[in-house]
T-cell receptor, first 114, second 113 residues
Framework: AQSVTQLGSHVSVSEGALVLLRCNYS??????LFWYVQYPNQGLQLLLK??????LVKGINGFEAEFKKSETSFHLTKPSAHMSDAAEYFC????????????FGIGTKLQVIP | NAGVTQTPKFRVLKTGQSMTLLCAQD?????MYWYRQDPGMGLRLIHY???????AKGEVPDGYNVSRLKKQNFLLGLESAAPSQTSVYFC????????????FGNGTRLTVT
């Protein structure tokens, strides 16, 4: 069985500060990992994905994530937070199988303080 | 290019009423999904489809039915709505396989009183 744990349902950072959103996964087979962002009253949008190529993945809006197999982690980072980054972020895991079963974490709401 | 379109955007139902949510995608994707989003619970898969004419149960299928008569459309039905089905419903699609990211609609906010 696969699962995703996002540590911290709410994270606050000051504008210009480092953003770090944590994600740990559990999977019995090599996973595919995703980060999605959800702005108010919208659907989820893909930020970035890991599919067993480079372990450091760069996404949109200056975000990146590093796959660390030894720590079963896929934390999302951005060097300098902007006000426009305020949103909810979801980590998700899937694996190659008969169909695409995607498991989502519970989400982390990011607040950016001016 | 509309992507994934959900109708309606909002709906209020009384307990016991029925309704159908429509999802349409114009990307020729094989896979389509219905999720519900509830505070503190992330997204939970209700039903999914791996191609036209196929449907399968997800993790929370009770009280819902689906149909995929055309490749571009995926319908979610509530036969007898209950307050526990108050939620935000998202449709998503993907080309194929676990490696493909999901493309989401903007959601339908359903309240059951």
């Amino acid at each position: 069985a696969q699962s995703v744990t996002q540590l911290g349902s709410h994270v606050s950072v000051s504008e210009g500060a480092l953003v770090l959103l944590r994600c740990n996964y559990s999977s019995s087979v090599p996973p595919y990992l995703f980060w999605y962002v959800q702005y108010p009253n919208q659907g989820l949008q893909l930020l970035l994905k890991y599919t067993s190529a480079a372990t450091l993945v760069k996404g949109i809006n200056g975000f990146e994530a590093e796959f660390k197999k030894s720590e079963t982690s896929f934390h999302l980072t951005k060097p300098s937070a902007h006000m426009s980054d305020a949103a909810e972020y979801f980590c998700a895991v899937s694996y190659s199988g008969g169909y695409q079963k995607v498991t989502f974490g519970i989400g982390t709401k990011l607040q950016v303080i001016p | 290019n509309a992507g994934v379109t959900q109708t309606p955007k909002f709906r209020v139902l009384k307990t016991g009423q029925s309704m159908t949510l429509l999802c349409a995608q114009d990307m020729n994707h094989e896979y389509m999904y219905w999720y519900r989003q509830d505070p503190g619970m992330g997204l939970r898969l209700i039903h999914y489809s791996v191609g036209e004419g196929t449907t399968a149960k997800g993790e929370v299928p009770d009280g819902y039915n689906v149909s995929r008569l055309k490749k571009q459309n995926f319908l979610l039905g509530l036969e007898s709505a209950a307050p526990s089905q108050t939620s935000v419903y998202f449709c998503a699609s993907s080309p194929s396989g676990a490696i493909s990211p999901l493309h989401f609609g903007n959601g339908t906010r359903l309240t059951v009183t």
